[in-house]
């Protein structure tokens, strides 16, 4: 996608461009903002100074003038204030932001002028514009055509106001006679045209290459159609980003292939295989993959929809083990998820509460999405899986099935449920059923020791048949276990909930619990 392509688009759609400019708008609005602090600190810095006792470089008695150059040391600070307080009447579009930009550092090359040739009309005054102009070129994220006015206007301003002073005051004009008459000053005014000329051309040169550089490194931060806004997180297979389609402006995440500790032939393998697998899925409870693709210098990712909520890790850390009859609502819609996926011969090999996140979708809270197929597996076309592969443990050690760590046995979906039942014992006690502090010992846990029942950790409220469930799907030998989804759904069915849980208790929850989440959703559903 080039420049004419998203010119295009925008035309066609509105909405993306005025989402692109509203961006531009703020970035434009911070960094000016910035540029007028910095204005308003060293203005009253000057100011202060020349207060307590400074002298000016030339102490010439003009008529009745020398007592105004403290008021005009004074005007700095207050431009810079009058710029932050425009700045912050309304919000200002693109354009109306490098007007206001072009204004007000024209004040401040008027003053800067007006001191110059009326204090100090023998010295040169350049340092000072090429402080403005070059300071401006660098926090200023502004058009190549905002500069050139500006340098044009020191440019031309400059001399202009030298000349101007030189005719207007007699003293002005006696000074210069002192200095070599009409020749001095010509030469002196053609000389400070050339200065000021050359540091407005460079300064042009450098918003050119600095606006150039920006606009590279928003295009670096784009893979295919999609512009990335900011990172959601991390994992051994690589980086979520916040993105958004340059095309469509959907709100997106795009995962983007970095493997930490994995070879990268194999990391993407892992990563195709998980988009294809992924892409078969259509149940509501899995996450949806909108596109794969290839970006600069390799770089591979996949495009999923953007989920607004939080997941179960996050969730029970924060706001402890949930009641049965809301853990019996998620588990029913991951074990949609799992059917489906059991259904085309794939196994998740992943099950953990950070691999299931709570989202709101449609106005519907704790809709359940079942994240990261990274280890998914088509359990029908391979008989035997490797407890490591490329040297990589292939699962999460707290809550992996025992036959995922032996290595000889045949992983079907009863994996998946036995980490279903880790998932659970999770949700209903806030600990996982086995908590050693090395992944050794965790491992030999799985395969060897007994789970304690859930109740005898939360204590009273976890019915009896919720135990059995849980303890049955962590059976060591699978053909103790569930022997499919649908058997363990029946299970669940017979765990008594009362009151059941649903989307509306879901939605009493969040608007308690998390009202500025709830807030911030409800307002995107309904607009």
Request: with cysteine.
């Amino acid at each position: 996608m080039d420049q004419s392509d998203l010119t295009r688009v925008e035309k066609i759609l509105p909405g993306t461009a005025e989402e692109g400019s509203a961006e531009e708008a703020q970035i434009l609005r911070q960094r000016l903002r910035l540029f007028f602090a910095i204005g308003l600190i060293a203005s009253l810095i000057a100011a202060v100074a020349d207060a307590l006792g400074y002298k000016r470089f030339e102490d010439i008695e003009w008529a009745g003038l020398i007592a105004y150059y403290s008021y005009v040391l004074w005007a700095f600070p207050a431009i810079s204030l009058l710029g932050i307080g425009v700045l912050s009447l309304r919000r200002w579009s693109v354009h109306g932001l490098h007007w206001i930009d072009f204004a007000f550092v024209t004040g401040y090359i008027f003053l800067i002028t007006f001191s110059s040739s009326v204090y100090s009309p023998t010295a040169p005054r350049v340092f000072a514009y090429s402080i403005l102009l070059f300071a401006h070129a660098a926090i200023i994220p502004s058009r190549v055509w905002v500069q050139t006015l500006l340098g044009a206007t020191i440019s031309l301003g400059y001399p202009l106001g030298l000349w101007l002073v030189h005719d207007l005051y007699p003293e002005v004009r006696a000074l210069w006679a002192a200095r070599g008459g009409e020749e001095a000053f010509r030469s002196f005014v053609v000389t400070r045209f050339l200065d000021v000329f050359l540091l407005s051309a460079i300064s042009v040169l450098v918003t050119k290459t600095l606006y150039h550089f920006r606009t590279r490194l928003s295009r670096a931060q784009a893979l295919g159609n999609y512009i990335l806004k900011g990172e959601l997180g991390s994992g051994g297979m690589g980086k979520v980003y916040r993105a958004k389609h340059a095309f469509l402006a959907r709100p997106t995440a795009v995962k983007v292939l970095a493997p930490r500790h994995e070879d990268p032939k194999t990391a993407l393998a892992r990563f195709q295989q998980e988009v294809k697998l992924c892409c078969q899925l259509t149940h509501p409870n899995t996450i949806t993959i909108f596109d794969f693709g290839e970006g600069a210098n390799h770089t591979f990712y996949y495009a999923m929809e953007l989920l607004e909520g939080m997941d179960l890790q996050r969730l029970v850390e924060r706001f402890g083990p949930m009641p049965v009859n809301r853990a019996v609502f998620l588990l029913r819609q991951i074990a949609g998820s799992l059917g489906e996926a059991h259904a085309m011969g794939i196994i998740h090999r992943d099950i953990k509460p950070s691999n299931i996140f709570l989202a709101q979708r449609g106005g519907l809270h704790d809709f359940v999405k079942v994240l990261d197929f990274g280890l998914a597996k088509e359990y029908r076309k391979g008989g035997r899986e490797s407890i490591r592969e490329a040297g990589v443990f292939s699962g999460t050690p707290r809550y992996t099935a025992p036959e995922c760590l032996q290595g000889t046995a045949a992983i079907d979906a009863r994996a998946d449920i036995y980490m279903l039942g880790s998932l659970s014992y999770w949700l209903l006690t806030g600990h996982s059923p086995f908590e050693e502090d090395s992944d050794e010992a965790l491992m030999k846990d799985h395969l060897v020791k007994p789970a304690a029942p859930p109740s005898k950790v939360a204590g009273d409220g976890i019915p009896r048949e919720m135990d059995e469930l849980i303890l049955r799907c962590l059976s060591k030998d699978p053909d103790d276990r569930f022997q499919d989804i649908e058997e363990f759904n029946e299970a669940l069915e017979r765990v008594r909930c009362d009151p059941p849980w649903d989307f509306k208790a879901a939605k009493a929850w969040w608007r308690e619990y998390l009202p500025e989440f709830f807030r911030k959703t409800a307002l995107k559903f309904h607009s």
